[in-house]
């Protein structure tokens, strides 16, 4: 009898440990306006980002990164929140502090743990420059009155057990470039892992919804929304290793392959709301960083 108080006990210290709110780390904010050129800058990394493709409905008439777009997964059925600067239903009265614990944490600014859905665990690898950049443009939007629908989602995924997943899957931590490689492909390979966060839809995942990085970009058979997702890693037979480089920034700035054919599905959003907005220089970085991932004959 003892021996299963004592099970008890621990069981339920540790539910309540998983469950706690979150603490966040003392995170700086800043008094200066942001200038105009910030305000810029972090406007095209909203876009390079993917913000617009998840945060508006646009197939529904829904407002600019007002919320509301479904994306159904294994997990269950989530909705994107309202992130313009409407001060009720928004994040116009978010820190910076609230915003980069959000972005570099998954916690929200009450201390909740965020359902992977929303990819902070790319997100924790931009810079803080440019997570200022980007709350500082977001801060400058139209405010529209939205409130968040519920994400429908199973009763072992509640808010309690994120904890738990965050502690044994999920490593926050910025982006630390290579020392044996040049500008360029660190440019790249922090644009396709931070920004436009790739890995989130090209990468299969575990049991539990996690990352398996060894099958890094080796494509999904069954995808968000239940669609399949290619592998783009620079393999002959399954991946883009037949393509060259002209083949594969005509793909990201317009959507079209190599054969003719167009890009369908949700990449669609993708091309249109982000890859198409990155610069020329961008755009190479991201080529010439693809190009060099291991390739993976799979999917």
């Given at each position: 009898?003892?021996?299963?108080?004592?099970?008890?006990?621990?069981?339920?210290?540790?539910?309540?440990?998983?469950?706690?709110?979150?603490?966040?780390?003392?995170?700086?904010?800043?008094?200066?306006?942001?200038?105009?050129?910030?305000?810029?800058?972090?406007?095209?990394?909203?876009?390079?980002a993917g913000c617009v493709s998840c945060h508006t409905d646009a197939g529904n008439g829904g407002a600019y990164l007002a919320g509301g777009l479904k994306l159904d997964t294994p997990f269950g059925s989530f909705?994107?929140?309202?992130?313009?600067?409407?001060?009720?239903?928004?994040?116009?009265?978010?820190?910076?502090?609230?915003?980069?614990?959000?972005?570099?944490?998954?916690?929200?600014?009450?201390?909740?743990?965020?359902?992977?859905?929303?990819?902070?665990?790319?997100?924790?690898?931009?810079?803080?420059?440019?997570?200022?950049?980007?709350?500082?443009?977001?801060?400058?939007?139209?405010?529209?009155?939205?409130?968040?629908?519920?994400?429908?989602?199973?009763?072992?995924?509640?808010?309690?057990?994120?904890?738990?997943?965050?502690?044994?899957?999920?490593?926050?931590?910025?982006?630390?470039?290579?020392?044996?490689?040049?500008?360029?492909?660190?440019?790249?390979?922090?644009?396709?892992?931070?920004?436009t966060h790739c890995s989130e839809c090209h990468t299969p995942r575990n049991a539990f919804g996690a990352s398996r990085p060894a099958l890094f970009l080796g494509g999904v058979?069954?995808?968000?929304?239940?669609?399949?997702?290619?592998?783009?890693?620079?393999?002959?037979?399954?991946?883009?290793?037949?393509?060259?480089?002209?083949?594969?920034?005509?793909?990201?700035?317009?959507?079209?392959?190599?054969?003719?054919?167009?890009?369908?599905?949700?990449?669609?959003?993708?091309?249109?709301?982000?890859?198409?907005?990155?610069?020329?220089?961008?755009?190479?970085?991201?080529?010439?960083?693809?190009?060099?991932?291991?390739?993976?004959?799979?999917?």
């Amino acid at each position: 009898m003892r021996r299963c108080l004592l099970i008890l006990f621990f069981l339920l210290v540790t539910l309540w440990w998983l469950s706690r709110p979150g603490s966040l780390p003392a995170l700086a904010d800043s008094n200066e306006t942001p200038t105009e050129e910030e305000i810029r800058r972090g406007e095209y990394l909203i876009n390079v980002a993917g913000c617009v493709s998840c945060h508006t409905d646009a197939g529904n008439g829904g407002a600019y990164l007002a919320g509301g777009l479904k994306l159904d997964t294994p997990f269950g059925s989530f909705f994107a929140p309202n992130i313009t600067a409407d001060e009720e239903t928004g994040i116009g009265l978010w820190s910076f502090g609230d915003f980069a614990g959000a972005m570099h944490l998954g916690i929200s600014p009450a201390g909740e743990r965020y359902y992977p859905a929303f990819p902070y665990t790319s997100y924790t690898q931009i810079n803080s420059s440019d997570l200022r950049a980007m709350y500082a443009y977001l801060q400058t939007t139209t405010p529209v009155k939205q409130r968040n629908e519920r994400h429908d989602t199973p009763w072992y995924t509640n808010r309690f057990a994120l904890r738990g997943w965050q502690t044994i899957f999920f490593k926050p931590g910025v982006f630390q470039p290579a020392a044996d490689k040049d500008e360029t492909w660190n440019r790249g390979a922090y644009i396709v892992h931070a920004l436009t966060h790739c890995s989130e839809c090209h990468t299969p995942r575990n049991a539990f919804g996690a990352s398996r990085p060894a099958l890094f970009l080796g494509g999904v058979g069954e995808g968000p929304d239940g669609d399949p997702v290619p592998n783009v890693t620079p393999s002959k037979s399954h991946g883009i290793g037949d393509w060259d480089e002209d083949e594969l920034l005509l793909y990201l700035e317009e959507g079209e392959l190599p054969d003719g054919d167009y890009a369908g599905g949700a990449m669609v959003d993708v091309i249109e709301n982000s890859t198409s907005a990155l610069t020329p220089t961008d755009l190479q970085a991201v080529a010439k960083y693809l190009f060099t991932v291991p390739a993976l004959d799979s999917n």
